[in-house]
Each structure stands twice: as structure tokens, then as C-alpha cells.
């Protein structure tokens, strides 16, 4: 170890201004009474690596000034993976990659638990010059693999240095707030070194299963564009902190998407989209099962090309589970975490999004009679697997079950160890990257239950008994929405610019697109066109009744607005399991962007 500092020592001359001192012996002994400071069974290179640098690591100095800020908190992580995606189009196979990558997250605080260099608009910036090692090593070689741990932690002491000293400068020029908070919170010391055995897909298997559910849309003309893509990423992530905390564990998630589009006579675009994903390769749906639901997308987009637009609506509206369980993804999930507003330099604004449940801990949100729990230690429901389960966070921080609201009334935030007003704590719900140094709570399995239900043939009664009780021609029923979004990203911003317009939730709720008019007599009518003004969470205080039928709803989390599909970053995979619901009134309104011509050429064959 005495000629390895030596060589380091040598590196620091030509590498900037960042040197090591020596070994944390504090750290060393926690490592050694827990196993890991020497090889075990579940230990390998990458994993003695990162040990080993981050046991150096914590005596991080800068040379000629800033020798105060020093490290009081550091994390390393590291995902292990292989990635491999297929595409096609009608048949054809447009994509194949196979890439294995090693994909580093190096975390730097200094300060205290009570001031870091977190939560200033420009935290985790460095102005310098930076050398870490891009792509990493993917042999075990321990010199390569710590010459990278190395690089990248100088490039994250920097950082934070720099990030410190910003937000220092910042706050002398603004008043301090009444309820300062620490920036970070104590955890309990987690390990977790699992065996994982090797998996892979099989790029045959897929690749001709792929082309063939792709080619499901050629018995579509009307379809103008189409496409399949699978994606498996499979392999461990390792974290390890300098409290302690040390795992590793199987990371998976395989998922396939589909989407069609068309062009309606009047030149609206017909957008439509699945996304299937699971945890575990063996528990991904047959071929049959995927075929069932490409084709059914396939005939919503045809079906909906041919459907009137809707006019306008302000009234009842009944959405039956799946729809159900999609609205609530939004407007509860994405208001689940409750983020800071971060420190900004004097006369700069900053484009800040808090929670809608911001300031309404023990205020009524829902009716009575609905609870709502985030609970990421159920693996399965009615004998299917849930795509929200885990056992750490990527804090290191076990997850803990979570009742959001009871009784209609809200309990408290998903949390990560930035603390919050309320909760100084982590609950282990850390699932996302967030700005400004922080990382993001997200939703896990979440399970919305109502004690007052009726069925949902006894819901569509009540909602015709209001309509002829006010005297309207319809009410509206919604089977499904746009979520994950899978139009593109102009209309996403249209419908975010719209939604901010008409006063209600600066996350816009997703569009429907399965919508019907539902007539006095029972009849149903499929619409398009329309989409939801003012739709927020103050909307769910006003819902009339539960269904007693129940649906699993699961997507990819990406923290995108929407959900939007294909983007990219890191990803929580999530589910909610609801009843539908039966509003006493809701509006929708027509879009007012303007259409596109038709094509004018009609597609070959047809």
C-alpha cells in the first residue's frame, strides 16, 4: 500500500490541486468488524476497489486554501450492467446493440450535516479542468478500476469545494429563513453483499420476437408509423458510503415499448403507446401476452382515427381502474416528495416546482373513506410480480412503509435524507436523481384503498342518474390515458404550456386516450380530441364514489413530466393498484393548436 499512495502521490503534481492523506483508521475498523475490509465470500475487485478508495478518500485535502472544507460524507456507486435493446418497424428490425458498461456515481459532501455544498442552484458544477477516466475500466483490474475511483472523487471534491463557497456567498446577501433545516440526516448502517448470478436475453430470441410483434401493424394501413423496442439491462449495483453502509444487488429491469401513430381526416395526429416491464427476465409476459396487447394498441389508434371530436365538456366524469390508477401516478405520485428550493445568487430566478401538497400535512386532500399507502416491501399482488418492490434506495437507506393519506387526510412526504419540514428523516423512497445536489423521492407500490365502493355497472347508473338529474345530454367515461406519455415532446410541451394557462396543476395531467361519451340510455360513444382543464390535486377532494373492481397499473419512473417515454436518466420503476373513480364534475376542453395537413400520398399497398 506504501508503493500505491507513492504512485498517487506522483499523479498529483499533473493533476491539479487535490491530494490524499492516508487511510481513515476510524473507518478501516468499521470495515473490519463488518466483513469487508478484507475479502469474503460475497466480495470481489470492483466491490474491494471502491472499499479501498473510499477508506483514502476520507482524508481529502485541498493544497493552498480550502482546507476547512473538508469531507464529512462520501458515497460511491457503481452499476455493473449489460444492456441490450432491439428495434423494428412492420416487420423489419430497424436496431440491435449488446453494450456493457460500468456506470459510476461519485458523491462528495463537505461541511456538516448542517451546511454542505447541496442545495445551491449551481451544486455539483466545477469550473476546472476534470480527469476522469470515460468509458471505465471493464476488466477487474484493481489499479485501473481505483486509478478511476480516484479521478472521479477529484472531480466530486472539487465540486462540492467550489459549491460550498458559492452558496456561502449567495446567503450573505439574502435574509436566513425561519425554518432552517440541516442538509443532510443520519441513516442506519446497512449491509448487503449478495451473490448474483449471471442472466442475459437472448438476442435471437428477441430479436425475432421483436420483428414479428412489429409486424402486427401491417394489418394497419391507416397506422402511419409504427414500432417495437425491447430493452434489457441486467447486472448489479454496489454502494458503498463512508458510514459504512455496503451493497450489492441485482438491479434488473427489462421492458418492452410499442407505439403507433396515424392522421385523422381533419389532420389531428392519433397517438398510442404500451410500455411492459418487469424486474426479473423469467417473469416477462409470454409472446402471446405481448401480441395481445400490441394488437389491441394497434386497434385503439385505428379506432380512434375514425372516432368524432368532442366538443367541450364541463360535468361527470367516471374513470374506470386503469384510468384510475394512471391519474393517480400523476397528481399523487409526482406530489409524494416534497423538494427544496434551492439557494440562489442575488436578482437570478429560479424555475422551482414545489409539491401541491406543499404546506397541507393534516389537511383533508380526499374523501374520508380513501387511504393511501406506499409500501416498497410487497413483491407481488393477486399473483403478480410488482414492479416497485426493492430493498435499498439508492441512499443505501432500507425502505419503510409509508401511509401518505388516511382517511382522506395527508400523513407526510416520501422522503430521502435531505430533510423536509415535518420529516427530518429518510423513509428509504430516494429513487430518482435530483437537482442541485439532491437526489429525488419517488413512489414505490402504490395502493389506494376506499372503504365505500360499489360496482362499476352501479358507478355508470349513478353517473346517468346526475346527468338526467341536471339535464345533460352525456357524461364522459375514461378507460385509459396518455401516461406514460407517448406523443412526442412538442405536444408534451403544448399540453404543459396549456395546463399552466387554464390555472390548474403545473404538472399537467395526462391526456385521455380512450375517452367516451356515455349517453341516458347506457350507450357509449368513442371520442377524440379532447383533453383536461384544471385538473390538479384539489380535484380529488371531489370524488363521489369508488368501484369495487381493482386494476395494476405499472410504468418506469424516469422523473420525466408525464413519465414521457424514452427518457432518459435514472429510473424507479413503479406501480399503483386503485379502484375506479366517479367525479361529480370535471372539465375538458379542446386543444387549440393547430392541425397538420393530411398526407397527401397514401402509404404503399393501400
Known amino acids: 500500500m506504501a508503493n500505491h499512495k507513492a504512485d498517487m502521490g506522483a499523479h498529483i503534481g499533473r493533476r491539479d490541486f487535490l491530494i490524499h492523506v492516508g487511510f481513515s483508521a476510524a473507518f478501516v475498523s468499521l470495515l473490519e468488524s463488518r466483513g469487508l475490509a478484507q475479502g469474503t465470500e460475497g466480495d470481489d475487485v470492483l466491490l474491494r476497489a471502491m472499499r479501498d478508495e473510499i477508506a483514502r478518500s476520507r482524508e481529502l485535502r485541498v493544497v493552498g486554501g480550502g482546507g476547512d472544507d473538508v469531507p464529512y460524507f462520501i458515497s460511491y456507486t457503481v452499476s455493473d450492467q449489460e444492456n441490450f435493446s432491439v428495434s423494428a418497424t412492420l416487420g423489419a428490425v430497424t436496431g440491435i446493440t449488446r453494450n456493457r458498461f460500468r456506470a459510476p456515481s461519485i458523491e462528495v459532501r463537505v461541511g456538516s450535516v448542517n451546511f454542505d455544498n447541496t442545495g445551491?442552484?449551481?451544486?455539483?458544477?466545477?469550473?476546472?479542468?476534470?480527469?476522469?477516466?470515460?468509458?471505465?475500466?471493464?476488466?477487474?483490474?484493481?489499479?485501473?478500476?481505483?486509478?478511476?475511483?480516484?479521478?472521479?472523487?477529484?472531480?466530486?471534491?472539487?465540486?462540492?469545494?467550489?459549491?460550498?463557497?458559492?452558496?456561502?456567498?449567495?446567503?450573505?446577501?439574502?435574509?436566513?429563513?425561519?425554518?432552517?433545516?440541516?442538509?443532510?440526516?443520519?441513516?442506519?448502517?446497512?449491509?448487503g453483499i449478495n451473490k448474483i448470478p449471471a442472466r442475459r436475453a437472448d438476442d435471437a430470441e428477441w430479436r425475432a420476437r421483436v420483428s414479428k410483434l412489429s409486424a402486427i401493424f401491417k394489418a394497419y394501413p391507416e397506422i402511419l408509423a409504427s414500432g417495437v423496442e425491447f430493452n434489457a439491462n441486467i447486472g448489479p449495483t454496489y454502494y458503498l458510503n463512508s458510514e459504512g453502509t455496503a451493497e450489492k444487488y441485482q438491479d434488473d429491469i427489462i421492458w418492452l415499448t410499442a407505439r403507433g401513430e396515424g392522421q385523422a381526416a381533419d389532420g389531428a395526429l392519433i397517438r398510442d403507446g404500451i410500455s411492459i416491464q418487469t424486474l426479473e427476465l423469467k417473469n416477462f409476459p409470454v409472446e402471446a401476452e405481448l401480441t395481445k396487447q400490441v394488437t389491441a394498441l394497434a386497434e385503439r389508434v385505428r379506432t380512434r382515427l375514425k372516432a368524432p371530436v368532442a366538443e367541450a365538456y364541463t360535468g361527470p366524469v367516471l374513470f374506470e381502474p386503469e384510468a384510475a390508477a394512471q391519474l393517480f401516478a400523476q397528481l399523487v405520485g409526482d406530489n409524494l416528495r416534497s423538494p427544496r428550493k434551492p439557494v440562489s445568487d442575488a436578482n437570478r430566478p429560479v424555475n422551482f416546482v414545489p409539491s401541491e401538497f406543499e404546506g397541507r400535512v393534516g389537511a383533508r386532500v380526499l374523501p374520508e373513506w380513501i387511504d393511501i399507502t406506499d409500501d416498497p416491501t410487497m413483491a407481488t399482488w393477486q399473483g403478480k410480480p410488482l414492479a416497485g418492490v426493492y430493498s435499498f434506495d439508492v441512499e443505501g437507506v432500507r425502505p419503510k412503509v409509508v401511509n401518505v393519506i388516511e382517511k382522506g387526510v395527508f400523513k407526510g412526504f416520501l422522503t430521502t435524507r435531505q430533510p423536509v419540514k415535518g420529516t427530518?428523516?429518510?423513509?428509504?423512497?430516494?429513487?430518482?436523481?435530483?437537482?442541485?445536489?439532491?437526489?429525488?423521492?419517488?413512489?414505490?407500490?402504490?395502493?389506494?384503498?376506499?372503504?365505500?365502493?360499489?360496482?362499476?355497472?352501479?358507478?355508470?347508473?349513478?353517473?346517468?342518474?346526475?346527468?338526467?338529474?341536471?339535464?345533460?345530454?352525456?357524461?364522459?367515461?375514461?378507460?385509459?390515458?396518455?401516461?406514460?406519455y407517448s406523443s412526442s415532446g412538442g405536444d408534451l410541451q403544448q399540453l404543459m404550456a396549456s395546463a399552466a394557462q387554464s390555472g390548474g396543476s403545473a404538472r399537467p395531467a395526462a391526456p385521455p386516450t380512450m375517452i367516451y361519451r356515455v349517453y341516458p340510455d347506457g350507450r357509449e360513444e368513442l371520442v377524440r380530441g379532447i383533453r383536461f382543464r384544471g385538473l390538479s390535486t384539489r380535484s380529488l377532494r371531489d370524488i363521489t364514489t369508488a368501484s369495487t373492481e381493482t386494476a395494476l397499473f405499472d410504468f418506469i419512473n424516469n422523473g420525466a413530466p408525464l413519465a414521457f417515454m424514452g427518457a432518459g436518466g435514472l429510473i424507479a420503476p413503479a406501480a399503483v393498484i386503485a379502484p375506479g373513480l366517479l367525479f361529480e364534475e370535471l372539465e375538458l376542453e379542446r386543444p387549440t393548436e393547430q392541425l397538420q395537413k393530411p398526407i397527401i400520398v397514401p402509404p404503399p399497398g393501400v
Open 424 to 484: 427530518p428523516q429518510s423513509n428509504g423512497h430516494a429513487r430518482l436523481a435530483g437537482g442541485y445536489g439532491f437526489k429525488a423521492a419517488a413512489i414505490s407500490n402504490l395502493f389506494v384503498k376506499a372503504s365505500q365502493t360499489q360496482p362499476l355497472g352501479d358507478m355508470k347508473a349513478r353517473m346517468i342518474q346526475m346527468l338526467k338529474d341536471r339535464d345533460k345530454p352525456f357524461g364522459m367515461l375514461v378507460r385509459r390515458l396518455d401516461y406514460p
Open 120 to 191: 445551491h442552484i449551481y451544486s455539483g458544477y466545477y469550473t476546472g479542468s476534470r480527469f476522469d477516466n470515460n468509458p471505465w475500466p471493464l476488466d477487474d483490474d484493481y489499479q485501473a478500476l481505483r486509478e478511476s475511483l480516484w479521478l472521479a472523487t477529484d472531480h466530486a471534491y472539487k465540486a462540492a469545494v467550489e459549491s460550498i463557497a458559492r452558496k456561502r456567498a449567495a446567503l450573505n446577501s439574502v435574509a436566513e429563513a425561519a425554518d432552517k433545516l440541516p442538509d443532510y440526516s443520519p441513516a442506519e448502517v446497512t449491509t
